[in-house]
């Protein structure tokens, strides 16, 4: 359980986005402000505040944090669309004082402050408990990227893709998403094919389970409607051309699951795949998966991902970190988990 943090002047740290000229997101910056209970946020009756033990670095938190994408919806902003931590309060009887929860999506470090500060008000209805025997730190070594390619996982087993249908390719396989899915299904027995644009991070990848790769350019060529049937079922983080890419190369009845536009939102594929080999195409949502859902995916990933390979894909770095991890993670330069200790 947390430790608690007593600040004799009732403050506690935040990450704070201010756009200098109101109106005009471009002028936005973020910096570290000392905030108090009073300036938290209020929702319904219910509220929960929650002592963040650690958040995560993802895709869409650089968005935020670079200004790409109009990610933050409102001034000011605290960003951070996930965090792991012990209830402090709660109006809700749904959580207790102590009790170890998870929040992840719900458009929370969007248009509701986020996870990037010492402690936050929240929804209970956000929330999910932390699994029994999963650390505050590890849970944010999952976080939104891992809960998501949990749910992509999930996916092909639904469409009753398994370990003897033959390989299944994971897409931007180096990044947050790809780095769990690769570590998942490899555990899981699966042959793992992963599609990276950095020939350097093969050794790390053959750590979480990969066998066999494929280059970003090579995969990034208009395909035909119809190739070569290489692939059982497909993670597929990037979109765009090599989402079509891995779509005409999935086997008969294969599954493909999509959940990133990193490469782009255009799909320049064709319907021969789907008609013709019966391929199925599963979009995958974290942000507003029901509870159900997310509990389901948080207990696989207690039983499904190795600690140790989570652990070799994860880096913590302090909240003061996080402008120059955003600008790395908007470059494709971050490898693995970023785990963000607000208390550092």
Not at 194 to 202: D, L, N
Request: proline share 6%.
């Amino acid at each position: 359980m947390s430790t608690m943090i007593e600040n004799p002047n009732g403050t506690f740290n935040a990450l704070v986005v201010r756009e200098a000229e109101e109106g005009n997101p471009k002028s936005a910056s973020a910096s570290i402000e000392q905030l108090t209970d009073a300036d938290l946020p209020d929702y319904d009756a219910g509220d929960v505040i929650v002592q963040i033990d650690f958040s995560s670095l993802n895709y869409k938190d650089g968005m935020a944090l670079t200004g790409k994408g109009r990610i933050l919806r409102s001034y000011p902003m605290v960003p951070g669309i996930d965090f792991s931590g012990t209830v402090i309060s709660s109006e809700s009887p749904k959580f207790a004082s102590g009790d170890e929860v998870i929040l992840t999506g719900w458009a929370v470090g969007e248009r509701y402050w986020g996870g990037y500060s010492q402690r936050q008000k929240v929804k209970a209805g956000w929330l999910v408990r932390r699994p029994v025997g999963m650390s505050a730190m590890q849970a944010m070594g999952i976080g939104t990227a891992g809960l998501t390619a949990m749910m992509c996982v999930l996916g092909l087993e639904d469409g009753g893709v398994t370990p003897t249908d033959g390989p299944v390719v994971v897409t931007g396989a180096a990044g947050g998403v790809g780095s769990v899915a690769v570590a998942i299904l490899a555990n899981l027995g699966y042959k793992v094919t992963a599609v990276t644009g950095r020939p350097e991070q093969h050794d790390y990848l053959r750590s979480l389970g990969a066998t066999s790769f494929l280059t970003r350019e090579e995969m990034s060529e208009t395909p035909k409607p119809l190739e070569a049937e290489n692939f059982a079922g497909a993670v597929d983080t990037v979109g765009s051309t090599m989402l079509a890419k891995v779509i005409a190369q999935t086997k008969y009845q294969g599954v493909v699951t999509a959940c990133g536009l990193a490469g782009g939102v255009d799909l320049p594929s064709t319907v021969m795949p789907f008609i013709l080999r019966g391929v199925r195409l599963q979009g995958i949502d974290s942000v507003m998966a029901p509870v159900e859902a997310r509990e389901a995916a948080w207990a696989r990933l207690l039983t499904d991902l190795p600690s140790e390979r989570l652990d070799a894909m994860t880096e913590v770095v302090p909240m003061s970190a996080l402008p120059n991890q955003a600008e790395a993670i908007m470059a494709g330069q971050v490898r693995g988990r970023i785990v963000v200790d607000p208390n550092a």
